[in-house]
Each structure stands twice: as C-alpha cells, then as structure tokens.
C-alpha cells in the first residue's frame, strides 16, 4: 500500500468494526457491525468479503481459522484482527475525517454541528 490515508471509505468501515469487534470479529459480525455503521445504506456480505480479502493482502490485518463450531455443524470461523499497519491507516483515516469535521464546523458553524449531532445522536462542537 503506497498510503496508509489511501483508505477508502468501505475499507475504513471494515477496518472500524474489526476495531470495535475485537475477539468477536469474524465475517458475520463483521457485516452487522459495517451495516450499523454505513446505516442507511445497505451492505451486502459479498462486498464484506472481498474487502476483507483485499485488506489481508494489503497487510491491514489477519486472519485464522477457529476450531469447528458444533452448532454451525462443524465449520470453522475466519477471525479478523488489524496488523500495525491496518491501525495505523485506520488513525490517519480518522485524523483526517476530524481535520474535516472541524472545517465544516467552522464554514457552516458551531451551531450547525451541534444541530447535526444531535440529529445523528452525538453531540458534537
């Protein structure tokens, strides 16, 4: 990877909810968390799954392989954690974004940010 800012933004929300998700992260709580998160968009699973396989080879992070699961009939999970390298890109990702923010907020004001953060449920500025 050239750039650890070259993230896009579906790689950032993979990249978060593997963050979020720590021991729990494998491909289907994986997609819930990426659904949460791109709300109101949806997410399908296929693109979960190619996205992870583009950041594994990219160095963003790692995968193995659990024991089979009796209730899933036998088959194993693919665990996900980030590399260095992967928090490392998933910071200046979200460095820049606050870079961002803070323009907003001053171009369109404290008010306006605030308005907007309790819309989303944050508070913000």
């Known amino acids: 990877m050239a750039k650890a800012d070259s993230l896009g933004q579906f790689e950032q929300l993979v990249l978060t909810a593997i963050l979020a998700l720590g021991d729990e992260a494998y491909g289907v709580t994986i997609h819930a968390r990426v659904e949460q998160l791109a709300a109101p968009k949806a997410v399908s699973l296929g693109a979960v799954?190619?996205?992870?396989?583009?950041?594994e080879d990219?160095?963003?992070?790692?995968?193995?392989?659990?024991?089979?699961?009796?209730?899933?009939?036998?088959?194993?999970?693919?665990?996900?954690?980030?590399?260095?390298?992967?928090?490392?890109?998933?910071?200046?990702?979200?460095?820049?974004?606050?870079?961002?923010?803070?323009?907003?907020?001053?171009?369109?004001?404290?008010?306006?940010?605030?308005e907007w953060g309790k819309r989303w449920g944050k508070e913000a500025g």
């Open 49 to 55: 799954y190619v996205t992870l396989d583009r950041l």
């Open 58 to 114: 990219k160095g963003l992070l790692s995968s193995r392989l659990s024991d089979p699961m009796p209730e899933r009939g036998g088959r194993a999970r693919r665990y996900y954690r980030l590399e260095a390298l992967g928090e490392r890109a998933l910071g200046e990702s979200a460095e820049t974004a606050r870079r961002i923010w803070e323009v907003i907020a001053e171009v369109w004001g404290k008010e306006w940010a605030r």
